[in-house]
């Protein structure tokens, strides 16, 4: 939820917090009740934390541990930021999905309005394309173990696919 406006009955509503002291594209999310559209005031469940004798936040870190818990069956996990691995070369992010237009992706589509790269076609798709929200939060923050970072996978999997073959080439050197 981005808004009080977007609680829906019935269903897991978090409600996305940022204030000034949230560092940039990471959230708090708060949790709220189902059959109300009030925030939760007690934590009733381990992937819960209070803060500051307040507001019930939905715990990215715990939350990751409760997935690792869940999947024990697949092997030992290794866990590298919101990424968890079993096996190998497999990676499991659990995400949440963002419904609505985030203000920092609008600010980036309007900042490269204008310009060559990337074009105006793949700006209008990133426009509405889905944004995620996955557990992982800033080293240096009060809150790193309850933040969850944004992720617009898959607008930048477009941008990588809009690529010619020098930024292509630059890509894979500065990334390897």
């Known amino acids: 939820m981005r808004a009080w406006g977007d609680w829906e009955a019935g269903m897991v509503n978090l409600l996305m917090l940022h204030d000034n002291i949230t560092p940039p594209q990471l959230y708090l999310l708060q949790v709220i009740r189902s059959e109300t559209a009030d925030p939760e005031s007690s934590v009733c469940s381990n992937t819960f934390v209070m803060k500051d004798y307040a507001e019930v936040l939905f715990s990215a870190e715990r939350y990751k541990q ?3 818990h869940m999947l024990t069956y697949l092997g030992k996990a290794t ?3 919101p990424s968890i691995s079993f096996r190998g070369n497999c990676d499991l992010v659990h995400a949440f999905h963002v419904l609505k237009p985030l203000p920092e992706i609008q600010n980036w589509i309007d900042r490269c309005r204008g310009r060559h790269w990337p074009p105006i076609q ?4 990133a426009r509405v394309a889905p944004c995620f929200l996955v557990p992982a939060g800033h080293p240096d923050s009060d809150y790193t ?3 969850w970072r944004l992720s617009p996978n898959l607008i930048e999997r477009m941008l990588m696919f809009g690529f010619n073959m020098t930024q292509l080439k630059c890509y894979v050197i500065l990334t390897n």
């Open 66 to 68: 409760k997935i690792e």
């Open 145 to 147: 173990h309850e933040e």
């Open 79 to 81: 866990t590298n930021g």
């Open 122 to 125: 793949l700006l209008a798709v």
